[in-house]
């Protein structure tokens, strides 16, 4: 998960991409980062409950029209990893891998006011050894003035109503080492920091070797499982 640091005045802003968390003790051996085929689409209604009284914040699944947003959000955030030229997806990206016959992602977007102040960006991946499908949560990101509201944690709240409501076995996501204090947030909520896993990741030149069985580079050891 991308965070940008909303959880509260109290949290501090974490990142993403630099160390990121393991999959889970005992065998989640489906990394997030190979992008899959969900098998489940949530089917995700109007969430206002845990919000403060009178608050003007609402969550509601993305629509179509919400892609120009979505991507605004996500060049908002890859500029706070300080990677905006990174992002190379479009809006017709998103219309065609969210909201197809067999989307490939779920979104959510928090307004307040009518006005949209944050989102979170997950899909489903599946663990062989519980029989059961679980929530990555890739992006999630408030914009600045719209911090110390309680969004963002709003929004990971319903992300984890969601993996309940479908029968998630986990809820995943990453954290940068130096951020302290969103870890310590994170470990007070239970949750589990594995540094045992390494994660792995093919992409680009080396994913288009592989896929069409290419040989490795010199020096690359060729069959090493």
């Given at each position: 998960?991308?965070?940008?640091?909303?959880?509260?005045?109290?949290?501090?802003?974490?990142g993403?991409?630099?160390?990121r968390?393991?999959?889970?003790?005992?065998?989640?051996?489906?990394?997030?980062?190979?992008?899959?085929?969900?098998?489940?689409?949530?089917?995700?209604?109007?969430y206002?409950?845990?919000m403060?009284?009178?608050?003007?914040?609402t969550?509601?699944?993305?629509?179509?029209?919400?892609?120009?947003?979505?991507?605004?959000?996500?060049?908002?955030?890859?500029?706070?990893?300080r990677?905006?030229?990174?992002?190379?997806?479009?809006?017709?990206?998103?219309l065609?891998?969210?909201?197809?016959?067999?989307?490939?992602?779920?979104?959510?977007?928090?307004d307040?006011?009518?006005?949209?102040?944050?989102?979170?960006?997950?899909?489903?991946?599946?663990?062989?050894w519980?029989?059961?499908?679980?929530?990555?949560?890739?992006?999630?990101?408030v914009h600045?003035?719209?911090?110390?509201?309680g969004i963002?944690?709003?929004?990971?709240?319903?992300?984890?109503?969601i993996?309940?409501?479908?029968?998630?076995?986990?809820?995943?996501w990453?954290?940068l080492?130096?951020?302290?204090?969103?870890?310590?947030?994170?470990?007070?909520?239970?949750?589990?920091?594995?540094?045992?896993?390494?994660?792995?990741?093919?992409?680009?030149?080396?994913?288009?070797?592989?896929?069409?069985?290419?040989?490795?580079?010199?020096?690359?050891?060729?069959?090493?499982?």
């Amino acid at each position: 998960m991308r965070w940008d640091g909303s959880l509260g005045p109290q949290v501090a802003r974490c990142g993403p991409h630099a160390v990121r968390e393991r999959a889970p003790r005992g065998g989640f051996r489906d990394y997030p980062n190979v992008r899959r085929r969900p098998r489940f689409v949530a089917q995700i209604t109007l969430y206002n409950e845990g919000m403060a009284s009178g608050s003007a914040t609402t969550i509601r699944p993305a629509t179509p029209a919400d892609a120009g947003t979505i991507l605004t959000f996500i060049r908002a955030l890859a500029k706070y990893e300080r990677a905006p030229e990174s992002v190379v997806a479009t809006e017709e990206d998103l219309l065609r891998d969210g909201f197809g016959d067999q989307p490939y992602y779920s979104c959510l977007i928090a307004d307040q006011n009518g006005v949209p102040a944050g989102f979170a960006f997950y899909f489903y991946d599946y663990s062989t050894w519980l029989g059961r499908p679980g929530i990555y949560l890739e992006d999630i990101f408030v914009h600045p003035e719209f911090r110390g509201l309680g969004i963002g944690k709003a929004l990971l709240q319903r992300v984890a109503a969601i993996a309940l409501e479908k029968r998630c076995a986990r809820l995943k996501w990453q954290v940068l080492d130096w951020n302290i204090p969103a870890i310590d947030f994170y470990r007070a909520m239970g949750a589990e920091f594995l540094d045992e896993w390494r994660t792995v990741r093919l992409s680009g030149e080396a994913l288009e070797r592989l896929a069409i069985g290419a040989s490795a580079p010199e020096g690359v050891e060729k069959d090493t499982p």
